[in-house]
């Protein structure tokens, strides 16, 4: 199976957004791109969705300790590459930085992962950059004009969290 086959059997879901595509050989082709001397665009597809597998349980391997720290570094790998093909591994390697997956816990690192997934329109990013600033903590300087600017951003780009965070935090919409 191709790397461009592996994708379309991804991108199969059924009506309740299940994924109907064959899964197995899909990651097992993802897997096969990740650890191949391929081209780096290739590469980066790969890991992608070779993360994704691993994270979501989709790999049909059983879970081991390291299955996590596999996810974080090939995401991190990708949020990194300068092509910025997948501004969704920004966002995703940031919560494994704010939730200390596979990676120690740095909620600072966390919030430069949203920033950057935010300037892409990750509207969730959006959101969880805006909630890190207005609580401040952990490294997180509290900034409250940063955060009406991100949550206002997650408004405007239709993220009812956002909405509701404001309307309990009394932030003016």
Not at 22 to 38: I, V
Request: net charge negative; hydrophobic share 35%.
């Amino acid at each position: 199976m191709t790397l461009a086959e592996a994708a379309k059997q991804h991108m199969m879901v059924d009506r309740y957004g299940k994924p109907s595509g064959d899964t197995k050989t899909a990651f097992k082709c993802f897997e096969a791109y990740a650890d191949a001397d391929t081209t780096v665009r290739n590469k980066v597809v790969a890991k992608y969705y070779k993360a994704y597998y691993l994270s979501k349980g989709l790999d049909n391997y059983s879970y081991n300790k390291d299955r996590d720290r596999i996810v974080a570094e090939l995401y991190k790998e990708v949020a990194d590459d300068e092509a910025n093909e997948f501004p969704e591994a920004k966002l995703r390697y940031g919560y494994c930085l704010y939730d200390g997956i596979g990676v120690e816990k740095n909620l600072s690192e966390a919030l430069k992962y949203f920033e950057q997934a935010a300037d892409n329109g990750i509207k969730v990013a959006m959101y969880n950059a805006g909630k890190l600033y207005y609580n401040g903590d952990d490294g997180v300087w509290r900034d409250k004009e940063k955060a009406i600017k991100y949550m206002k951003l997650a408004i405007y780009n239709g993220y009812e969290p956002a909405i509701k965070f404001c309307e309990d935090n009394y932030i003016p919409l």
